[in-house]
């Protein structure tokens, strides 16, 4: 299949990958974390049920001609998480999603992955009006979306929870806020 976006996308510190199935191994570690899984699937899965949402995210590029990449360190091809384009049957709009393996937050890999696909997204699908689905609890997924330059544009009940939809804006719009972001990330995006 033609995708409508790269199957790989390098930043300064990762190689971001369309998700294979080769990748689950080393995503189960995320599914089977309760810490990990609290703001996502909401409970930790058994490894059947962390490979079915690794061929989901799979899938995913198949139906859309988009979807999540996993995320790799460049110096030990390491799997440290999920971050791309998500947009499933129940979300209100397409969204740039996020989630890491344990041991890897606060070293900055989501924003430097979430950033060069907020990029990606703005050069392959202009036509996209992208968001973060987050629920209210999780303070750090709010962070990463506002240093990004999302803001929050409404609240509303999903799946029985209190969730908030951030709006990320174009790079290219010209209210974008490119304040957090430096040359160096820019031209390592793509």
């Not at 606060?106 to 979430?114: D, L």
């Not at 908030?164 to 790079?171: D, T």
Request: aromatic content about 10%; overall charge negative; glycine content about 6%.
């Amino acid at each position: 299949m033609n995708y409508s976006i790269p199957e790989s996308i390098n930043t300064a510190r990762l190689n971001l990958e369309k998700v294979t199935i080769e990748d689950w191994p080393s995503l189960h570690n995320f599914y089977k974390d309760v810490e990990a899984t609290r703001y996502t699937t909401g409970h930790p899965l058994s490894e059947g049920e962390s490979w079915r949402i690794v061929a989901a995210l799979i899938g995913h590029w198949e139906i859309h001609g988009y979807g999540p990449y996993t995320l790799k360190l460049k110096d030990s091809d390491a799997v440290v998480g999920i971050v791309g384009l998500w947009y499933p049957g129940d979300w209100p709009e397409p969204e740039i999603m996020w989630s890491l393996v344990p041991g890897y937050s606060g070293k900055g890999y989501a924003r430097e992955a979430a950033f060069a696909v907020r990029q990606m997204a703005a050069e392959c699908l202009p036509q996209l009006h992208l968001i973060s689905l987050i629920f209210e609890q999780n303070r750090a997924s709010i962070r990463l979306a506002e240093s990004l330059g999302a803001t929050l544009e409404q609240r509303f009940l999903f799946r029985d929870k209190e969730a908030l939809i951030y709006r990320h804006l174009s790079p290219a719009h010209p209210g974008q806020s490119d304040s957090c972001e430096n040359a160096d990330q820019r031209d390592q995006a793509v």
